[in-house]
């Protein structure tokens, strides 16, 4: 960890950048698309596609490494997604907000590619679960500061100038990190080509499914309780500050909790609670029980960074930059596709997109049994080649 202390801080100021970018674009989304914007289920599920069409983007963020190291281009894009989220108050319409959501989602893309990817080279694997949950646990912080604020402020200023404050210090953030350099000249150079390995296969299948799982929480939950409940936008921030209050204490206990269940256990006991959580969403007629599973589907959210710790323990070192880089796109096939064809179900009947949530839940149930053995084949290769190794020696 002393070796990888100027990476952790790196990361720890990306990481509060991202979070307040993410944060208060969310948490401003849905009231200012309902109304100001004026736009309906199946805008904002649009809306919500194109957010995510940069994450196919990632497949060459790999090759962008030719011409610029991984901490510069995290910093970089950070700065992009500071931009996009500054100019959103200033286009409020369905073609301003695709075109400011596409800015601001390339570099959030850019940057998770490039986040993830450091923190599996920096950090060994019984250290990456504990960093990756501080990181969370950080931007839980940052996310209660985001919600304190947009609460406070959202009586005196109006979106636009929300927006722009937002946005302006996160370009600020990635500006210092642009000029700070934490790399390390000791660790395994990267491929700097993309892989797609078949004994990869099932990082590749969990990522696919946590990418529609992760889009029906980030575009339909709120958008249910802002829509079907009559949230208003002050209801919201107190939500997300109730959910971020409980992230802060849980997210370094499921790093722990990794190192000492394993991956399978966390992302099984995920997706069994998210199939109850989804169909609740669906039946539910009170604002409070949706309130209550939006907060333990935050909480459940948390647990994919088993996902990413699974990749660095089945993963070469020298394929984790161009695996990352593999995985975003992947997840972002349904990435892409959910909110598009939600926000078309959602048009006939919104208890549709939870029920095809809950479904989706149940096969991720099943993939993730498959975790133990695709660990146990990974150290049987490492084994292997650690005697080849010697026996060449």
């Known amino acids: 960890m002393r070796d990888s202390r100027r990476m952790y801080i790196f990361l720890l100021l990306l990481t509060v950048a991202s979070f ?30 194109v957010r995510e069409i940069p994450g196919f983007l990632a497949m060459f963020m790999v090759y962008l490494l030719l011409l610029v190291s991984e901490h510069r281009l995290a910093a970089l894009s950070m700065i992009v997604v500071g931009l996009g989220v500054g100019l959103t108050g ?41 960093v990756l949950g501080r990181m969370r646990s950080v931007g839980a912080l940052t996310n209660i500061a985001v919600g304190g604020v947009i609460w ?8 636009p100038e929300m927006y722009a404050w937002i946005g302006g210090v996160v370009v600020l953030l990635g500006i210092i990190c642009l000029l700070f350099d934490p790399s390390r000249k000791d660790l395994p150079v990267q491929r700097k080509k993309m892989i797609f390995r078949r004994r990869y296969w099932l990082y590749y299948v969990l990522t696919l499914l946590a990418g529609a799982r992760r889009q029906i929480f980030v575009a339909f939950a709120v958008f249910l309780l802002v829509q079907h409940f009559d949230f208003s936008v002050r209801e919201v921030t107190i939500l997300f500050i109730c959910n971020n209050v409980i992230n802060w204490f849980l997210n370094p206990l499921i790093g722990k909790a990794i190192n000492r269940y394993g991956e399978r256990v966390l992302l099984t006991a995920e997706y069994a609670v998210m199939v109850v959580v989804f169909l609740t969403y669906a039946y539910t007629t009170s604002k409070y029980v949706a309130a209550g599973m939006y907060v333990v589907d935050n909480i459940f959210f948390n647990f994919a960074i088993a996902i990413r710790t699974f990749l660095q323990k089945i993963a070469d070192r020298e394929d984790i930059a161009p695996s990352s880089t593999m995985g975003f796109t992947i997840n972002h096939i349904t990435a892409v596709a959910v909110p598009f064809l939600g926000g078309l179900a959602w048009m006939a009947d919104y208890r549709f997109v939870f029920i095809a949530a809950a479904v989706l839940a149940g096969c991720s149930v099943v993939a993730s049994q498959f975790v133990t053995g695709q660990l146990r084949l990974a150290d049987e290769r490492a084994e292997r080649a650690a005697e080849r190794a010697a026996a060449g020696a």
């Open 20 to 49: 307040l970018g993410l944060q208060g674009w969310r948490t401003l989304l849905n009231n200012f698309a309902v109304d100001v914007a004026h736009i309906d289920g199946m805008g904002i599920g649009i809306i919500q596609s």
């Open 90 to 130: 200033f286009f409020p319409s369905f073609l301003g907000l695709v075109v400011t959501t596409i800015v601001m989602s390339t570099g959030f893309h850019c940057y998770e590619t490039m986040n993830q990817s450091l923190t599996l080279q920096y950090f060994d694997r019984g250290t990456a679960p504990l």
């Open 152 to 159: 406070l402020a959202a009586s005196h200023l109006d979106y």
